[in-house]
């Protein structure tokens, strides 16, 4: 594999970009609007974080500080949040806030940080005591969100609350666990309504009906990261959590396709207009390579199945088009509801009719994310 290819493509990334048009950013830029303050640039920007921890080139941090740093005013107000929305997703940046308030003691960072955890103090809540996903989602808990939220919630928390919340963060991971795992394949659903009234939602169990590949990477990563971001390593909490995220990794692999990606409705391979998507098979690439790098996982064939799915990606969806680099195979979206979008069912049907781009940052985040990992195994 020619990894000047995908330095070149990065490097593309952040100098084809402005300040307020990321080239990553698809959904703005079909909307023909600027880049506020959203998970999809959060992504990016974690990305290109882990890569100057590895790396050590300044790049890839003097791009994320001042990409953050002209979003937020010296009295730590973020331009373009708005906290009434009560959106778990706009949670997510505020990790890449720790990283650079780390690297920068930019005390503007301090004080955005804080007003990110003011949200998480009052979020509304489930009658099980897990988040919300948005106000616009009332009662409702998507695999999305514990990767939004959780794993910020933990660091802020270990960082400046000395892990009072500690019983908090497992329990609603504990919850996902208990309500929207399916015991016959191991996976997850993808969304669950407490009150049991969306229409996608099963009037018994309040699930929706399919297992969506990059809710189930969100999820992955929610489980990685607050394991590593957690204070009380070995404690039996902490260990149940991390058979969860070994759990989901050995269930993942029964469905990995020859090529080495996953579908986009994982459990339904070559069904329908069903497709090996990037995005997903990205983040379990990442998690598979570092969770074995780090320990928690045991097995050498999982490190060689992420090695697998990433190179699966770079064969089938890295590509040049008219001398341009591009990465394919990406879902743009995907959702449940609200009730003015019928369409949103959580059907096969509807997860097979999003929008499929190049180089969302959705995508490309997490692309980057497994190929620091691939770097660091020297490959």
Known sequence: MDTNVIDQYINELMTKSTMDIPIWNIEKARSGSKSGWDYIDGCMIM??????????????FEFADKYEDYRISEDGKIDGYNKNEWNIDNINGGKNLITLWRLTKK?????????????????????EGNFWHKAIYP??????????????????????????????????????????????????????DSAKKMFWADKQTGLSKNFWL??????????????????????????????????????????QDESGMWFQV?????????????????????????????????????????????????????????????????????????????RRDGSFEYYMSEPIVNDDAKGVGPFILAYNEFNLIGN
């Not at 005390?107 to 009658?127: D, F, G, S, V």
């Not at 379990?284 to 790098?293: D, N």
């Open 139 to 192: 009662n409702q808990v998507w695999l999305d969100g514990l990767y939004m939220g959780q794993p910020f919630y933990m660091e802020y928390d270990e960082l400046f609350n000395g892990g009072k919340n500690r019983d908090d963060i497992y329990r609603q991971f504990f919850n996902v666990e208990k309500i929207m795992r399916d015991k016959e394949t191991g996976l997850y659903f993808h969304g669950y």
């Open 47 to 60: 990305a290109l974080l882990e890569m100057y921890e590895t790396s050590g080139n300044r790049k890839f």
């Open 107 to 127: 005390e503007k960072y301090r004080l955005a940080l804080a007003k990110l955890y003011e949200q998480l103090e009052n979020q509304p809540r489930t009658t």
């Open 266 to 342: 994982p459990n339904r391979a070559n069904e329908g207009k069903n497709y090996l998507e990037t995005s997903g098979t990205a983040i379990f690439a990442y998690s598979l390579m570092k969770g074995f790098r780090l320990q928690l996982l045991d097995a050498p064939e999982m490190q060689g199945a992420g090695v697998k799915a990433f190179k699966g990606i770079c064969k089938k969806y890295l590509n040049t088009d008219s001398g341009t680099l591009h990465l394919g195979g990406i879902c743009l979206v995907a959702g449940l509801g609200p009730e003015k979008s019928p």
């Open 214 to 255: 990059r809710s189930l990477g969100w999820f992955s990563m929610a489980m990685l990261d607050t394991l590593v971001k957690a204070g009380d390593k070995g404690s039996e909490n902490w260990n149940h959590l991390k058979n969860m995220f070994v759990d989901l990794q050995k269930s993942m692999l029964k469905f």
